[in-house]
């Protein structure tokens, strides 16, 4: 079975520009979230989609930020215009499963420069 | 709401000796909990889980976690490390109720001295 997979696994972008990150959830996985992590701090939630609704979008940093899942498997994440603040690492999971007491598998991560 | 305290950024031990990373919570619903662990360069992966079973929960890699409410503690414990236990441990907390998102410690990293 393929894990969860994202691309690119680098990018270096200037400020300003615009940044599209993909993730290919596990097969099956109704349930994709998205999580980043700012250089020495926690991870922290994103969104949560179930199939392709936005089930959670509430740690959506700004409105800089644009994800979506047409159709319910892969999902991107647009950071449009990048702002150095953006800089981290964006981790996607996907799980089977709703409920809480599942656990997600996560992909490697997206590592987000803006320079 | 829901937190996670994780006493220690770096830890270092030697191989062979006991690994315990910290992790306190808060939490206003009965508690989940989760250990992940990132080795370099790959994805977090989920060492072990609480879930209101059994107190005493045992993981992946030798790696054991205990429930204690009275001390709103889940601690990470492994008797004897070895090198390839080198990596960094997040502790992380969602709600039985509520939202599904976790909230992450952190982190710990976790080094290994011969």
């Known amino acids: 079975e393929a894990g969860v997979t994202q691309f690119p696994s680098h990018s270096v972008i200037e400020k300003g520009q615009t940044v599209t990150l993909r993730c290919d959830p596990i097969?099956?996985?109704?349930?994709l979230y998205w999580y980043r992590r700012v250089m020495g701090k926690e991870i922290k939630f994103l969104l949560h989609?179930?199939?392709?609704?936005?089930?959670?979008e509430s740690g959506m940093p700004n409105n800089r930020f644009l994800a979506e899942r047409t159709g319910g498997t892969y999902s991107t994440l647009k950071v449009q215009p990048a702002e150095l603040e953006d800089s981290g690492v964006y981790f996607c999971?996907?799980?089977?499963?709703?409920?809480?007491?599942?656990?997600?598998?996560f992909g490697s991560g997206t590592r987000l420069t803006v320079v | 709401a829901q937190s996670v305290t994780q006493l220690g950024s770096h830890v270092s031990v030697s191989e062979g000796a006991l690994v315990l990373l910290r992790c306190n919570y808060s939490?206003?619903?009965?508690?989940?909990l989760f250990w992940y662990v990132q080795y370099p360069n790959q994805g977090l992966q989920l060492l072990l889980k609480?879930?209101?079973?059994?107190?005493l929960v045992k993981g992946i890699n030798g790696f054991e976690a205990e429930f204690k409410k009275s001390e709103t503690s889940f601690h990470l414990t492994k008797p004897s490390a070895h090198m390839s236990d080198a990596a960094e441990y997040f502790c992380?907390?969602?709600?039985?109720?509520?939202?599904?998102?976790?909230?992450f410690g952190s982190g710990t990293r976790l080094q290994v001295q011969p």
């Open positions: 989609f179930v199939k392709e609704s936005k089930q959670d």
């Open positions: 939490s206003s619903v009965p508690p989940y």
């Open positions: 992380a907390v969602s709600g039985a109720t509520g939202r599904r998102a976790l909230t």
């Open positions: 609480y879930t209101s079973a059994a107190t």
């Open positions: 999971a996907s799980s089977q499963v709703t409920a809480a007491n599942y656990g997600y598998t």
């Open positions: 097969s099956g996985h109704d349930n």
